[in-house]
Nanobody, 126 residues
Framework: VQLVESGGGSVQAGGSLRLSCTAS????????LGWFRQAPGKEREGVSC????????YYADALEGRFTISSDNAKNTVDLQMNNLEAADTAVYYC????????????????????WGKGTLVTVSS
């Protein structure tokens, strides 16, 4: 299984970036795909996830409204559109995959992730 991220970079506060993750080697509809981030000196945290079968989404508190997750099952991709970025959003962003549980449940937590991408750096300057 490979998760390959793209789209990171540097942007000024208030700007936008779109991250993309391409997944290979897994059946997209058996997983929730999503994004985690790790800022310097902080723990990795869940940002947003989307169920591969039903498209149900999860967002971390305070990010919904600025961030939007979407997926394309035909292309095995999951994107994260990030708007109105803040300096606090500076982090390495990781694509992640979690197997769907009973009833297509997923938690979008680190403990449930079975596959990780290598990460892409997002830097927001104020």
């Amino acid at each position: 299984v490979q998760l390959v991220e793209s789209g990171g970079g540097s942007v000024q506060a208030g700007g936008s970036l779109r991250l993309s993750c391409t997944a290979s080697g897994l059946n997209f509809e058996n997983y929730a795909l999503g994004w985690f981030r790790q800022a310097p000196g902080k723990e990795r945290e869940g940002v947003s996830c989307i169920g591969g079968r039903n498209g149900r989404t999860y967002y971390a508190d305070a990010l919904e409204g600025r961030f939007t997750i979407s997926s394309d099952n035909a292309k095995n991709t999951v994107d994260l559109q990030m708007n109105n970025l803040e300096a606090a959003d500076t982090a390495v962003y990781y694509c992640a995959a979690e197997r769907l549980g009973f009833g297509d449940h997923f938690g979008c937590t680190r403990s449930g992730i079975v596959y990780w991408g290598k990460g892409t750096l997002v830097t927001v300057s104020s």
